[in-house]
């Protein structure tokens, strides 16, 4: 459609019905509908007018299965209806050009698609790594034109970059290979540009959930073909809201708490000759605690196990909310964020003991929400960055009051789980 169309299309409110069954939520249709036209004026204003698509792909939540993915386990995890949305055209100058909101220009020839260590970090690798690799993978590849607005926001533990990555590889999807790329594919294309031309060595469960939408049960024992099972969660069904609160902790110099945890773990699996945790049996570790102790310290024992017992509870409250029991559901997530803070030990650093932000943030979320009101957990890689709870809806605005009167105004969002990943919206 036309830029000037779309415009009045979606003014007259012809897209409403399509914005409700994306975001779920009445109260942000008019916030999405200016914030379309706003994006198809900004393209204009770029590019010109033109016959354009609109792509989206949601950020996501990790509800179960901390620090697993990296070591081969389970996790089972969520899209939003927080997105990442591209107003795009396809060009024949060979040159792709893509303005995000509050960023420059990037342009990327299609000519020279190589990996250069130069731009590691940016998002022109991000970019250059999608395209070489479906191109590698034998899809067609083509110049365009995009502007990019994005409400997930960077380093909420929200994956604002694996959104960014599925949207580009939903874009090549439409422009160029009559929507062919399937969503699993295009999550591995993400990771590896992540992985390979960004130079960030994440696994898989980031861009598996913003591509494939819904709650998702991913078992990554065979990481080249995970196993994948969607799984029906409808929260206003059960009362309750899901709330990811920024505790505004810095993230400086939190590298190294970072590395280790997937490097602890790896070296007791390395001490049975096997490179991930998922390759030996728990009863295995157990049986060697006092030796693995004296090599390697208690905390990649405690690490270790912490592993083992959170797949297993991914198991389980995935079983749980296919039988339909949330209750059950909520006390394992409730298990998983007593067992990061135990075991894992994720929610604060060591080496800045007096600043908690994210110990006090799920202090706070037990005070309100009272013994059978939720759960609460550490959210995602810990250490400064989010927590994640769900709330009963009766008690959302107090919910909110109490972390936002601490963290700042807007800290705390209430989320809906979508049920779309990476789309075209028309």
């Given at each position: 459609?036309?830029?000037?169309?779309?415009?009045?299309y979606?003014?007259?409110?012809?897209?409403?019905?399509?914005?409700?069954?994306?975001?779920l939520d009445?109260?942000?249709?008019?916030y999405?509908?200016?914030?379309?036209?706003?994006?198809?004026?900004?393209?204009?204003?770029?590019?010109?007018?033109?016959?354009?698509?609109?792509?989206s792909?949601?950020?996501?939540?990790?509800?179960?299965?901390?620090?697993?993915d990296?070591?081969?386990g389970?996790?089972?995890a969520?899209?939003?209806?927080d997105?990442?949305?591209?107003?795009?055209?396809?060009n024949?100058?060979?040159?792709?050009?893509?303005?995000?909101?509050?960023?420059?220009?990037?342009?990327?020839?299609?000519?020279?698609?190589?990996?250069?260590?130069e731009?590691?970090?940016?998002?022109a690798?991000?970019?250059?790594?999608?395209?070489?690799r479906?191109?590698?993978?034998?899809?067609?590849?083509?110049?365009?034109d995009?502007y990019?607005?994005?409400?997930?926001?960077?380093?909420?533990?929200?994956?604002?970059s694996?959104?960014?990555e599925?949207?580009?590889?939903?874009?090549?999807s439409?422009?160029?290979?009559d929507?062919?790329?399937?969503?699993?594919?295009?999550?591995?294309?993400?990771?590896?540009?992540?992985?390979?031309?960004?130079g960030?060595?994440?696994?898989?469960?980031?861009?598996?959930?913003?591509s494939?939408?819904?709650?998702?049960?991913?078992?990554?024992?065979?990481?080249?073909?995970?196993?994948?099972?969607?799984?029906?969660l409808?929260?206003?069904?059960v009362?309750?809201?899901?709330?990811?609160?920024?505790t505004?902790?810095s993230h400086?110099?939190?590298?190294?708490?970072y590395?280790?945890?997937?490097?602890?773990?790896?070296?007791?699996?390395e001490?049975f000759?096997?490179?991930?945790?998922?390759e030996?049996s728990?009863?295995?570790?157990?049986?060697?605690?006092?030796?693995?102790?004296?090599k390697?310290?208690?905390?990649?024992?405690l690490?270790?196990?912490h592993?083992y017992?959170?797949?297993?509870?991914?198991?389980?409250?995935?079983?749980?909310?296919?039988?339909?029991?949330?209750?059950?559901?909520?006390?394992?997530?409730?298990?998983?964020?007593n067992?990061s803070?135990?075991?894992?030990?994720?929610?604060?650093?060591?080496?800045?003991?007096e600043?908690?932000?994210?110990?006090?943030?799920?202090?706070?979320?037990?005070?309100?929400?009272?013994?059978?009101?939720?759960?609460?957990?550490?959210?995602?890689?810990g250490?400064?960055?989010?927590?994640?709870?769900?709330?009963?809806?009766?008690?959302?605005?107090?919910?909110?009051?109490?972390l936002?009167?601490?963290?700042?105004?807007?800290?705390?969002?209430?989320?809906?789980?979508?049920?779309?990943?990476?789309?075209?919206v028309?």
């Open positions: 459609m036309r830029t000037t169309d779309l415009k009045k979606i003014l007259d409110g012809q897209l409403s019905d399509r914005l409700l069954d994306i975001y009445s109260e942000k249709i008019e999405q509908t200016e914030r379309y036209i706003s994006a198809v004026k900004a393209f204009e204003e770029l590019f010109g007018e033109g016959d354009v698509c609109i792509v792909a949601p950020g996501r939540t990790e509800v179960g299965g901390n620090h697993t990296h070591q081969h389970k996790v089972l969520a899209s939003i209806n997105d990442a949305i591209a107003v795009v055209s396809a024949d100058s060979n040159i792709i050009r893509i303005k995000s909101e509050g960023y420059d220009m990037i342009t990327v020839s299609l000519s020279e698609l190589e990996k250069k260590p731009e590691e970090g940016t998002t690798a991000l970019i250059k790594g999608v395209i070489a479906s191109e590698e993978l034998g899809y067609k590849v083509g110049s365009f995009a990019i607005t994005s409400d997930v926001l960077g380093g909420s533990g929200l994956s604002s694996a959104a960014f599925t949207v580009i590889g939903n874009i090549l439409t422009l160029y290979n929507m062919s790329i399937d969503a699993v594919t295009i999550a591995k294309i993400g990771q590896y540009a992540e992985n390979i031309y960004f960030k060595p994440c696994g898989l469960m980031d861009q598996m959930a913003c494939v939408g819904s709650l998702c049960y991913i078992d990554f024992a065979d990481p080249s073909d995970p196993v994948i099972e969607r799984i029906g409808d929260l206003d069904a009362g309750y809201s899901l709330c990811i609160t920024d505004k902790g400086a110099d939190l590298t190294p708490d590395a280790a945890v997937p490097a602890e773990m790896k070296s007791v699996a001490h000759g096997k490179a991930v945790l998922n030996v728990e009863d295995e570790i157990i049986s060697n605690i006092p030796l693995l102790r004296e390697l310290g208690d905390r990649a024992v690490r270790a196990i592993f017992e959170e797949c297993k509870r991914v198991d389980a409250e995935a079983s749980a909310l296919k039988a339909g029991d949330f209750k059950t559901f909520l006390e394992n997530v409730t298990a998983s964020g067992s803070y135990k075991y894992l030990q994720n929610v604060y650093t060591s080496k800045d003991v600043h908690q932000n994210v110990s006090l943030a799920l202090l706070i979320s037990e005070k309100v929400l009272g013994k059978d009101g939720g759960a609460s957990r550490v959210h995602g890689g250490f400064a960055g989010t927590i994640q709870a769900f709330v009963r809806n009766e008690i959302i605005a107090e919910y909110k009051s109490a936002d009167k601490i963290y700042g105004d807007g800290a705390c969002q209430v989320l809906k789980i979508r049920k779309y990943g990476g789309m075209k028309m």
